[in-house]
């Protein structure tokens, strides 16, 4: 026999009823699922972004979990349409680069295979057959199957679009476009490498870059009297050959190189850099342009394919130039008798840069009101305002320009990756929607949140901190630093350098296992101005960054919802620099390391020249292996072994002095891998063994 409760005793039991749902679904609301690597890294991510030479057609580069192919957007009934142009399959480290239109906007050519553009052979999985190099290869929008062109990389079609150059083994070639027609042969030889190659407007000369042992040059090939003229050649560095419109001139820079790399040492001036202006037809130039002595005397890239000298409308040139401190977009006439003219006022850096086919638009990405965010701006060559075109909580980087004045860029937020868009008005209409999968897991990660704070010297840090969903108590935290650092900053959303969205990938899956990480833009990196970039005592001038890492620690330290005893660190490249210099220089605040292909002894990297005994014990003193003796915590040191940037003895011999001092130290090696690593596989490899290894030292 059942008793019914009392009326109140049911009010109270529905209640609590009530209450538990409700904080059940509270619950599930405030914590993600546990995703994998895998789930998180599973969207596509474009590159080459590139727009016909005729009409609205825009083709770009997908990374499909390893597998490259060619995209191409086409419009239709005022819509575009995507499509995929190349049908490459799996997770095989073959790289595409070099993508690059014919002239009349039919077929697409590209760089298949090799490391660094197709420059170098790779294995990275392991072949029996062995390493291959890159290979130029060509797709039509036909239809038909992409055609082999040659061994070599970096095609540049003919304007009459019948032939092709392209460079092997630093020696430049010629081919016919069109498949079957022979193989490729030597266009000249040069002592030198060659590089940038680039047709003259007619196709009847070809200018390029012979780089020498501590020079370049630049030289003009007639390719009917098959000879070579030299544009005033010096003992500096020319580069950036631009043809005038008409081709009857050729600008270029003159920069006078320093001895050491820019990544080691502070130098924020150098001998100033010039503006050049020859006649290719007899090889006579005129300096037409200096920077003055100090500030911006050291020239600084864009983030550009095709460099970062543009021939305008009105016979004048458009560059980049950082006199105020800040990288601006300036003009002048091609005589040279007025002082440049500012085009990008404001504290704000530019980057990414395309000239219109007129020659009178310049679209481009700048920082400008918003350091820690990249958006879209316009301008006319000839003068007035910049207008904004892109505006939100998203990066905006590399836009394009249509024939007929279409803006497209790639675009990445915080919670859905980076993808090619049309900028209509305010708004931004992806190009393949399909191509980002239907179970992509944008509900369960985070809102990234962007912080800044005091380094120990004073200096103001920004940064992005990521925040696990239903985060409330104390718990694990970690410390991250990307890599570069001189052309690399990090954002609160996926961004346009594939190796930062592999990061930014794998800060959300840490945050969705527990972890609060803050990832720092320290000093070195690009994006807050020439001081910023350049600061005193740098690298291997005195790790003035060091405090960077004790500023990140103390402000990671002083939040309620992190464990002050449970912090680790990790980073890649630099970023592994700047962690074993974070658990060597200061080990009272780390209790576990992860390291990937970090420099921890400067005098023992190739391209590093100390020029007096004094330098060369202050860059041993910037370095982990000076401070080994005050290492505390156990590491995790992982690295390739094919890694043609930071040699794998580094990794090495920090272990072997870690384990002669009883510092616990796990290694994970990848046979084969290059420094990016090639394979979707190798990432995630990298990725998951971090998450496992802070799990076994940071949580209880």
Known sequence: MSVKPPRSLQYLLGLVTLCCATAAAVHAAEHARSLTMEQIASAPFPSQLKAAPVGDTVAWVYDEQGARNVWVAELQNGHYRSRRLTAYRGDDGVEISDLTWSADAHTLFYTLGGDSGGRSPVNPTSAPQGGSAGEVWAASLDGSAPH??????????????????????????????????????PLFHDEGRVGELTWSPDGSRVAFVSSRERHSVVGVFDVAKKQILWMSPGIDSDRQPTWSPDGTRLAFLRLAEGVNPAWAVSQPQAYPWEIWIADPATGQGQRRWAAQAGRGSRFRELFNSRGSLFWAAGEELVFPW?????????????????????????????????????????????????????????????????????????????????????????????????????????????LAPEALPRDFPSADLVQTQLVSFPAADGLTVHGQLFIPKGRSKPGPALLFFHGGPTNRQMFAAWDSFETHTHLYEANQYLANHGYIVLSVNYRGGAGYGLAFREPKGFGAGGASELNDIVGAARYLQSRPDVDPKRLGVWGGSYGGRMTSLALAAAPEYFAAGADYAGVHDWLAMPEFTAPNEEA????????????????????????????????????????????????????????????????????NTIFDATRQYMDRHLKP
């Open 148 to 185: 082999r062109i040659g061994v070599g990389y970096a095609p540049e079609p003919s304007p009459s679009g019948d032939r092709v150059l392209f460079v092997r083994g630093g020696q430049p070639f010629i081919a016919t476009a069109a498949a079957g027609s022979g193989e490729p042969k």
């Open 322 to 430: 950082e006199v105020t401190g800040w990288v601006r977009l300036y003009r002048i006439g091609v005589d040279g008798n007025a002082a440049p003219t500012l085009l990008t006022p404001g504290q704000a850096e530019i980057f990414g840069a395309e000239l219109s086919g007129d020659r009178r638009t310049l679209v481009y990405s700048s920082n400008l009101g918003d350091l820690d965010r990249r958006h879209i701006w316009q301008l006319r060559t000839d003068g007035g305002e910049p207008r904004q075109l892109t505006f939100g909580q998203g990066i905006e980087d590399y836009p394009i320009l249509t024939s007929h004045g279409r803006v497209l860029a790639l675009r990445g937020e915080a919670r859905v990756p980076l993808r090619p868009v049309l900028v209509e008005g305010r708004s931004m209409v992806d």
């Open 616 to 683: 060369a014990k202050l860059a041993r003193e910037s370095g982990a292996m000076a401070h080994v003796d005050t290492w505390r915590a156990p590491v995790l040191l992982m690295h390739a072994d094919a890694d043609p940037i930071v040699p794998f003895a580094q990794t090495a011999e920090l272990a072997a002095a870690l384990r002669a001092r009883g510092i616990p130290v796990d290694y994970l090696m990848i046979p084969n891998e290059v420094h990016f690593l090639l394979r979707h596989g190798s990432w």
